[in-house]
């Protein structure tokens, strides 16, 4: 497309705002009695293609819907590069689903893996099968030799969403050097600290020691080494004392407090969507910037899965009372 503009992305965006999924319409797929009647909820809002008709292909939809979203946003783009900081995690997702199905030794179902990435999925699938990392980026192949030095010691692939979380920050902070948007460091700065303390904790449930933790930290946020390796001495629970150092005591404190009686760092993962879709969401009227075409994408995004979420349940026969604390952040 030529003379790309941001206030013309902008514009166009805002036109396909209307059709996002409101808080209002994702309650009423939530009640709905069935997986069925959700589905039929889906469909009746205008969401997907409207091809698939059974609630068990619900993925399918959800991954054209997903992949129009990104194809337009490549095209009205000017900042492709800028845009594609945002694919990276993607090119991540990927290769945690295949590292994890490579030593479970099982096999990889048809569509599990995301195309929206900037790594060609058969590069990475080779890199996996062969262990030959030269065609990745640096910081996902040193990530991926360490993953092999540690699990010649003992396999664990608890640790490969640390190290890979590790890599994918590192690789984030080289490349937003040449962008310009203050706002896209500050969702960097605050995706550090928060899977730095989502490493801190998984790391401390392992009975891994500090040299690893100095492996996979991620410089560049207002959390400093120095503290955590300290934390790291004292247990669990002296990372809370830290949240406050960054304005996470809001999002992170209701984290911990689920992380204590559940075990689970879901809620750690989600407070971490939550912070960051918010850094992002505060742009998107920003006519002369990214802000909007990352918004929008992050919008489709979260939308996708919350509606992952409520057809997994609804299909497993949960309530609408299990989906409470699962359900994500809605844009509109």
Known sequence: MRGKSYPFACASIKVRETKLL????????????????????????????GECHQAVLFE???????????DYISRIVPDQNAFNLFLYKNDYLNLKILLKRYAKKEPLSSGALKKNGTIPLEILKSAVADKQ??????????????????????????????FLDSAYARQLQRAVKGVRDGFIKDYMAAYADITNVISFIRLRLLNMGKETLKKVFIEGGAFEEKAFFEAFESGLDSISH????????????A??????KSGSLYAFEKARDDYL????MKHKD????????????????????????????KLNGKDAEFLGGRIKGMYA
Do not use: H, W
């Open 242 to 253: 830290y949240f406050a150092k960054r304005g996470f005591e809001r999002s992170l404190n």
């Open 255 to 260: 984290a911990f407090d689920e992380f204590k």
């Open 60 to 70: 399918s939809l959800i991954k054209r819907e997903l992949k129009d979203a990104y």
């Open 133 to 162: 990392y030269g065609a990745l980026p640096a910081e996902m192949k040193e990530a991926l030799i360490s993953l092999d030095r540690q699990f010649s010691v003992k396999e664990d692939v608890s640790l490969i969403g640390v």
């Open 286 to 313: 920003d006519v002369f910037t990214i802000g909007p075409s990352v918004a929008y994408i992050l919008a489709k995004e979260r939308e996708a899965d919350n509606i992952r979420i409520v057809m997994t349940a």
């Open 22 to 49: 409101t808080k209002e319409k994702l309650l009423r797929i939530k009640e709905a009695g069935s997986a069925e009647d959700a589905f039929k909820l889906l469909s009746e809002i205008g969401y997907g293609s």
């Open 277 to 280: 879709i918010d850094i992002i």
